[in-house]
Nanobody, 126 residues
Framework: QVQLVESGGGLVQPGGSLRLSCAAS????????VGWFRQAPGKEREFVAT????????TVQNSVKGRFTISRDNAENTVYLQMNSLKPEDTALYYC???????????????????WGQGTQVTVSS
């Protein structure tokens, strides 16, 4: 019902910047929140940031606060993750996800979200 497509990943040097995009389609009316998560090899998927589709209110993980900014453009059905001052520890497969049904898991929980994109790889290396 909701399709999400990430783009913008790539290889960047430490200290560099990338902007990830998450384009949503389908039942846009059902989206309450869009989140960004990331997963490094051998590790669990972890919360990065989330945004309210309607109000634009945001929450950002402490580990990236001050470096990453989440935003959205409802007119183009797109959520962005601006990543600055990138570190090698930021290397991961980045996913966007849509929360359409409140399950009470919390917006930082993978299991709160109903739809997921395919992911876009971010590699930070010199």
């Amino acid at each position: 019902q909701v399709q999400l497509v990430e783009s913008g990943g790539g290889l960047v040097q430490p200290g560099g910047s990338l902007r990830l995009s998450c384009a949503a389609s389908g039942s846009i009316f059902s989206i309450n929140f869009v989140g960004w998560f990331r997963q490094a090899p051998g590790k669990e998927r972890e919360f990065v940031a989330t945004i309210s589709w309607s109000s634009g209110s945001t929450t950002v993980q402490n580990s990236v606060k001050g470096r990453f900014t989440i935003s959205r453009d409802n007119a183009e059905n797109t959520v962005y993750l601006q990543m600055n001052s990138l570190k090698p520890e930021d290397t991961a497969l980045y996913y966007c996800a849509a929360d359409t049904i409140n399950k009470g898991r919390g917006l930082g929980s993978v299991r709160e979200y109903d739809y997921w994109g395919q992911g876009t790889q971010v590699t930070v290396s010199s």
